[in-house]
């Protein structure tokens, strides 16, 4: 490491470790509090660029180059990016043509045409082209896994393509975590298949200077916790910058995965109107789980913001027994929540019941009773989901359980279910 590099690292160290006056940091959880709201990603690829750059003001922060200015567009990816923010950051020149050229094992050029780098991202721009054609999407072709440089390791976390008509060019775009604002270089890694199918790792650098224009990505903290039914969700921060809106927190919820909801239920509100949300993440940490919120750029002028939980998933405790004699058409309730049970049936499997629910329901310590006898559930099979005439999706299931004496109840323990919290949490934008 030479000199200059050592010095950029004692500099980046010690932005690391500003924090908010105590006092102050006191003042703003007041008023938060006050307030009434193995890595698996979702996103939507093409509407995760933002236009305009948002500065918040806030209580720390730090500067620097968090989206290079080169003043040149990058033509042809008109068709791909129209309609996006990506078309108007493009259409700025807010991008860094690379016009990196490779050759491929089938004799595909690949070419890195630009990239646009801020604090939240980096996206990259690339060709294929082949006057022979190229296969599918091209992706068995070229598979990048990241970007390396100094104080940077950036994972591919996302992509999209579009192919011409001849399928012999297809131009796309991938989106990174974001590089280190002092990487002087970067060198993308990337595997392709050999004419035997096996994978080769290939790279290919280039120089990187985010320092042509400077706008300032800013920080903030939120550092507020909201309790749900078996845990804690843990927002810590928000940052803003030309591309997209991110928040990053942290979960320790017992029945997180229990339904496929996810995060998706947690809305931005800009100005008294949701920002889409193009994406959301989480990943293990020690004690819980990291995540992240990914919303389209805020509006601006900027007049009001707040983060609102509007659903998640809840747990109740029901310990209802259900006698299965007046089993029928009329369903039972699990609190405010319908049950039918469809049939119950003595096989040379055991005894079968098929139920219905919600789609939005699943139920835990579930158990049948005979003859002062509990036997707890083996397994479920055969998940339908149906659709009632007043567009209710309802979800059919076989519950199996290990005896062949027809039960007299069935015993439910209690339920996860999609819970609405509308809890809402104000971040100070003045």
């Keep these: 490491m030479n000199h200059v590099e050592e010095q950029l690292l004692k500099e980046k160290k010690r932005i690391d470790s500003i924090t908010a006056p105590e006092e102050m940091e006191a003042r703003l959880r007041n008023a938060l509090n006050g307030a009434a709201r193995s890595r698996t990603r979702w996103m939507s690829p093409v509407w995760r660029i933002a236009a305009v750059a948002l500065f918040l003001l806030v209580i720390f922060g730090y500067h620097y180059n968090a989206f290079a200015y080169y003043g040149k567009k990058l033509l042809g990816f008109d068709e791909l990016i129209s309609g996006t923010r990506l078309q108007e950051l493009n259409e700025q020149g807010m991008g860094q043509p690379v016009g990196k050229q490779a050759t491929l094992t089938d004799g595909t050029e690949l ?20 006057p022979k054609g ?3 999407d091209g992706s068995r072709l070229f598979w990048p896994s990241k970007f390396s440089g100094f104080l940077t390791s950036s994972n591919l976390e996302s992509s999209v393509s579009l192919p011409n008509e001849e399928h012999t060019e297809i131009k796309g775009t991938m989106f990174f975590e974001p590089v280190s604002p002092f990487a002087k270089k970067l060198t993308l890694h990337y595997y392709e298949t050999d004419a035997n199918n096996q994978l080769i790792e290939h790279s290919i650098s280039f120089p990187y200077d985010p320092n042509q224009a400077i706008l300032t990505q800013i920080k903030y903290p939120i550092h507020r916790k909201i309790k749900v039914d078996q845990g804690v969700l843990n927002f810590q921060s928000i940052t803003a910058t030309p591309s997209m809106t991110m928040i990053k927190g942290t979960l320790n919820v017992d029945n997180f995965d229990r339904l496929p909801l996810g995060l998706s239920g947690i809305e931005l509100i800009a100005n008294g109107e949701s920002v889409e949300m193009i994406g959301s993440g989480h990943s293990s940490a020690p004690g819980g789980r990291k995540f992240d919120l990914r919303y389209d750029a805020l509006p601006k002028p900027l007049e009001s913001l ?5 659903e998640f998933i809840g747990y109740r405790q029901l310990d209802q027994r259900l006698p299965l004699a ?10 405010d929540k319908e049950l039918w049970v469809k049939k119950v049936a ?11 629910t919600g789609d939005d329901i699943l139920l835990d310590g579930v158990s049948v009773e005979a003859l002062g006898e509990a036997t707890s559930l083996r397994t479920t099979v055969g998940q339908i989901e149906t659709e009632l005439d007043d567009g209710t999706v309802l979800k059919e299931r076989t519950l199996l359980f290990d005896t062949r004496v027809k039960p007299e109840y069935l015993y ?4 996860h279910y999609i819970k609405a919290y509308n809890e809402a949490i104000e971040i100070p934008v003045d």
């Excluded at 070419?111 to 646009?116: A, C, L, R, Y």
């Excluded at 003595?346 to 219905?356: C, D, K, Y």
């Design 111 to 130: 070419t890195i045409d630009g990239i646009m780098a801020d604090a939240n991202q980096l996206v990259m721009y690339y060709t294929l082209r082949n």
């Design 134 to 136: 190229i296969k599918e």
């Design 306 to 310: 707040e983060l609102v939980i509007q």
């Design 326 to 335: 007046s089993a029928g058409e009329e369903p039972f309730f699990l609190a």
């Design 346 to 356: 003595v096989t040379s499997q055991g005894v079968e019941i098929m139920i219905a």
């Design 412 to 415: 439910i323990k209690g339920m």
